[in-house]
């Protein structure tokens, strides 16, 4: 997770992790950081003696607490985070997912009806799961244009327009005159409603229509709800106004004188029990008619749904706990099915990553010839291992990286925006990182030999006349030794930093 945060921070809008569920029965493997010196230090410190013997539950949240942390910072700014858990963690899981999101955050907790056969010895069985779902701005969250799954075909949902009446009396509404213009728009050719007090709307003068349109004005009483959309179409000039679900809603005058708001509908029906999705056991049997032995997989159609809610047809979708890549199988299946783009990131930490995982998402794209039930999917993607750790455990620098890689970490950690990052054939000094207006990035690094910062090497830089550039106001330069003085660095805007590494080597 940590490797993806130089190109990814803050652009994944969808998440979905599927992590142990921490049963008792698994062999999930912690965090080795529990027994990290720091960890232990404050677990001595915070938690006290009793934390030298982690419970089961412990151990779990160290094993969840940084990745969800690494997550959060993963999240794009209007993202969506979904884990899947059950019973024996949903209250710890929660009070984790409130404290880095906020308690704001959680814009649902789903309960996942499991399909199957509960034929067990349990004294009261178990069928259903939880997923929840996380935002850093919830109220951004738009509504989701799907339709649950389990919805009626012949449900009014479906309908594309929907018509509603605005004539509503009651303690709520109290009645108000409005004036209707000329050219209101009416649903029906030609007519004639008569000045009338005696049912609502009142008619405080008759209404003539002509050719779908009022042909003079005309004042009417009553109740109403969306008082202030009919109000705001009014004074619009008639054109269609996006309500809060951000359907085109637009009003009409019925021959029998009500004003109906007549809205397009963007679908938008989610729910949060989620029913006829299956089940892991199904799912299990459906990877094992293709080869594919796992225990628990989601079923696609679950997870294709939850990213569906993500309204970003192009959108990344990182699953941190791949498994048997059910993520990427319902992203390509969406892809697919919708004409959609969306990409996806997998990480897994179990060696099945290229022999189980990678297989799968690959037999997913090229589909099955033999038979129907498996058609080509499309679509590709790039397999990585996780390569040396940057830094050692002494805290410098692992050099065995490479020149390349320590100066991406630097630019990175530097925060550098990657269209002022250079490479090492630039007109100003083999050693610049990135440079802007304000400021030049200089890692001054050999691998072989100790370096310095001193009078000699400033000469070596060229920010001057001869490559036509202005030394910019701040100079960060890293180097293993400084022999300049502090004034003479304050005086031209220079900032040491020394780089982390044992240099007694040399
Ligand atoms: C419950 S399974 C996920 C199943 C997946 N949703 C599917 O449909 O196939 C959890 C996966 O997370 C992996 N895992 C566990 N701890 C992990 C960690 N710390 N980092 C990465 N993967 C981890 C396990 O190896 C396992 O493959």
């Not at 569920?21 to 990290?36: I, R």
């Not at 779908?212 to 005309?218: A, I």
């Not at 783009?341 to 997998?346: A, C, D, K, M, T």
Request: with cysteine; proline share 6%.
């Amino acid at each position: 997770l940590k490797s993806l945060l130089p190109e990814f921070e803050g652009k994944v809008k969808c998440i979905y992790i599927d992590p142990p569920y921490n049963t008792g029965n698994e062999g999930w493997v912690y965090n080795d950081a529990v027994n990290d010196p720091k960890i232990k230090r404050w677990l001595g410190q915070v938690v006290g003696k009793e934390g030298d013997d982690l419970s089961r539950h412990d151990k779990w949240l160290c094993m969840m607490y940084p990745r969800l942390k690494l997550l959060h910072r993963l999240l794009h700014p209007e993202g969506v985070l979904f884990v899947s858990i059950d019973d024996d963690e949903a209250h710890t899981l929660r009070l984790v997912l409130d404290e880095i999101f906020g308690r704001h955050g959680r814009l649902a907790t789903f309960v996942w009806r499991t399909d199957g056969n509960f034929d067990n010895q349990a004294k009261i069985k178990n069928c259903h799961e939880y997923i929840y779902m996380y935002s850093k701005s919830p109220d951004a969250f738009p509504y989701p244009s799907v339709v649950d799954p389990a919805t009626p075909a012949d449900s009014k949902l479906f309908r594309p327009v929907i018509r509603n009446t605005v004539v509503k009396n009651g303690t709520k509404n109290p009645p108000s005159k409005i004036t209707l213009p000329i050219g209101f728009p009416a649903d029906f050719e030609a007519g004639t409603i008569a000045r009338r007090t005696d049912k609502w709307p009142h008619f405080l003068n008759a209404a003539k229509v002509a050719g779908g349109h009022l042909t003079n004005e005309v004042t009417i009483k009553s109740g109403w709800s969306s008082l202030d959309m009919l109000q705001a179409f009014i004074s619009n000039g008639f054109k269609p106004l996006l309500d809060r679900k951000q359907q085109e809603t637009v009003f009409r005058l019925m021959p029998s004188g009500a004003i109906e708001s007549v809205k397009t509908r963007k679908p938008s029906h989610v729910i949060t029990v989620l029913t006829g999705q299956g089940s892991t056991q199904a799912a299990s049997v459906d990877l094992a008619e293709h080869g594919i032995t796992f225990s628990y997989p989601k079923p696609r159609s679950l997870v294709r749904y939850l990213i569906s809610m993500i309204d970003d047809e192009e959108c990344i979708v990182l699953d941190s706990f791949a498994g048997s890549g059910t993520t990427a199988h319902a992203v390509l299946d969406l892809n697919l099915q919708e004409g959609e783009r969306r990409r996806f990131i997998l990480i897994e930490m179990e060696s099945y990553a290229s022999s189980l995982t990678s297989e799968r998402v690959k037999a997913a794209i090229s589909g099955d010839v033999d038979t129907s039930d498996r058609p080509a999917l499309g679509g590709g993607f790039d397999y990585y291992t996780v390569g040396e750790p940057i830094f050692l455990p002494d805290e410098n620098l692992n050099e065995a990286v490479g020149t390349d890689a320590i100066r991406a970490y630097v630019a990175y950690s530097e925060g550098i925006p990657s269209d002022d990052q250079t490479t090492a054939e630039n007109p100003h000094s083999p050693y610049l990182l990135g440079l802007n207006r304000e400021t030049a990035w200089i890692f001054h690094y050999e691998p072989e030999r100790a370096t310095r910062l001193d009078m000699e090497f400033l000469s070596g830089l060229r920010f001057g006349a001869d490559t036509g550039a202005r030394k910019p106001g701040t100079v960060i330069i890293y180097a293993d030794r400084c022999l300049l003085s502090a004034a003479f660095m304050a005086k031209h805007g220079i900032i040491f930093k020394k780089i982390p590494r044992d240099i007694t080597r040399f």
